[in-house]
């Protein structure tokens, strides 16, 4: 007869339990110490990533973790990161194998693959969008590496893909390993939108650097302050709706001698000699505003002090101007309105010619009634053959003259309603009746526009305003 075995008995412990019976147990409190492990690594190496995330400066920095990071968190073999660049390429940015396995075959096979998803890539609107990568990627790793991927989301846009792959048949691409690596291209995506915001800023800075220049030539070019012209006092003042504005103002003299600032040294002779002689005064504004606008002005301001030198007829000069002009402006689909004038102390004699700028008002002391002052001509740079009308007006003491820009007219409040012509016309009209002197009414001006479209809102034009008032 064959004997049998008995059962073999549990043998006792110190505490009185058996090995059978601990075993399981044991078993359970492994696994549990394992699982806890494995939870602090994974949160160790997310912590890690974050905090690289707040600190590096350079994002490819820390784009060499990325596949680093992918692996360690699944167990894989190594992780691939992949961009998708605006000109459509695909690029192997970073690949990471776990330490002791050769990469030289994955590199060259990655290389290919992304070589022939950028000739069969799509461009819209300046993104790649490779659909066919994870097939390269299967095609040329082959069937015995197993690749696993999740793309990298920027503003909804697909801006690359991250990749872990394995060598072992057994690798399951489980629901959390899923999850973790699309938590580490999430950071990914973070970490591309913050570096090209920053790029962003920067760019923006130097536009702000330049606009801030910009401005500040602009208003050097503008007169820093109204001349001293014999019997007439003058206010002007130039509010841009952006830093740099497409409205100018300027008073030339008949001799640019007459623009050396005066001292204390000048004698009273002198004084009344460089204020008794003509002066032009000028408004003129550009279609548009901000940077072309304010480059135009300049320009305009450049040619027609060039051409009050030749002394011509107010109509002579806008015509000569305009000719000048024309071949830029056409270029620049832009034009320009200009109302040019010359006043004689002398005389009190206002000629003026305009080219299709608003006419500026006279307020007539002695009928206290408005003007327009006002001649037929086309805009600067529309036809490069127009004419230009020359008319002149006396003036007397008392009276008071306006040049504006469309600024003002075409200020609006919040039901739609503009500060038109008439609206002005009346608020000059009061202003010349109550205000005393020119800073009073140009002040008295700009606040009446203020008030019309709100104490809080601010209007979307450039607005110019010159005063000129004969004194007795």
């Known amino acids: ?83 998708f660049l605006p000109n459509g390429q695909v690029r192997l940015e970073r690949l990471h194998c776990q330490e002791g396995q050769s990469c030289q075959d994955i590199r060259k096979a990655l290389n290919a693959a992304t070589r022939q998803a950028s000739n069969l890539s799509t461009t819209a609107e300046g993104v790649a969008t490779p659909p066919s990568l994870d097939a390269q990627l299967t095609r040329f790793l082959g069937p015995d590496i197993q690749v696993f991927g999740t793309p990298i989301l920027v503003k909804n846009a697909e801006r690359g893909r991250l990749y872990v792959f394995s060598r072992d048949p057994k690798y399951i691409w489980t629901d959390t390993r899923q999850k973790l690596v699309r938590l580490v291209a999430d950071q990914t995506a973070v970490a591309i939108a913050n570096d090209e915001l920053t790029v962003e800023l920067r760019q923006k800075e130097r536009l702000d650097k330049e606009l801030e220049i910009g401005a500040d030539i602009q208003l050097r070019l503008l007169p820093r302050q109204c001349p001293n012209i014999y019997g007439v006092e003058l206010a002007a003042k130039c509010q841009t709706a952006s830093r740099v504005g497409g409205d100018y103002y300027d008073f030339i003299p008949a001799n640019y001698d007459q623009l050396r600032p005066q001292t204390d040294s000048d004698s009273e002779v002198e004084t009344a000699r460089r204020g008794s002689v003509p002066w032009s005064l000028v408004i003129g504004d550009v279609m548009g505003k901000g940077v072309p606008a304010g480059l135009i002005m300049t320009m305009t301001r450049g040619m027609l002090r060039a051409e009050v030198l030749n002394r011509h007829s107010p109509a002579k000069i806008l015509q000569h101007l305009n000719r000048v002009m024309y071949a830029d402006l056409e270029n620049s689909h832009r034009f320009v309105t200009l109302f040019y004038s010359e006043y004689d ?44 009308e020359d008319a002149q007006v006396q003036l007397y003491p008392g009276d008071t003259i306006i040049y504006y820009t469309d600024g003002f007219t075409d200020a609006a409040n919040q039901n739609g309603d503009r500060f038109d012509e008439e609206k002005l016309s009346r608020t000059f009209q009061w202003a010349c009746q109550h205000c005393n002197g020119t800073q009073a009414i140009l002040d008295y001006l700009f606040e009446q526009v203020q008030q019309f479209i709100g104490p809080s809102s601010r209007n979307g034009d450039d607005m110019t305003l010159v005063v000129m008032q004969v004194k007795s």
């Open 345 to 388: 102390p002398q005389t009190r004699i206002l000629s003026y010619s305009n080219a299709a700028h608003h006419p500026p008002l006279l307020w007539q002391a002695s009928t206290r009634s408005i003007k327009r002052l006002d001649t037929w001509g086309m805009l600067i740079g529309l036809d490069a053959d127009s004419q230009y």
């Open 1 to 83: 007869m064959t004997a049998v075995p008995l059962p073999r008995q549990p043998s006792p412990l110190p505490d009185g339990g058996t090995t059978a019976e601990t075993t399981p147990v044991f078993a359970l409190k492994e696994l549990v110490a394992r699982l806890h492990r494995e939870q602090r690594k994974i949160q160790d190496l997310l912590s890690s990533l974050g905090f690289a995330l707040r600190s590096f400066n350079n994002l490819n920095q820390f784009l060499e973790l990325i596949p680093l990071m992918a692996t360690r968190v699944t167990d894989a073999d190594g992780g691939i990161l992949i961009r």
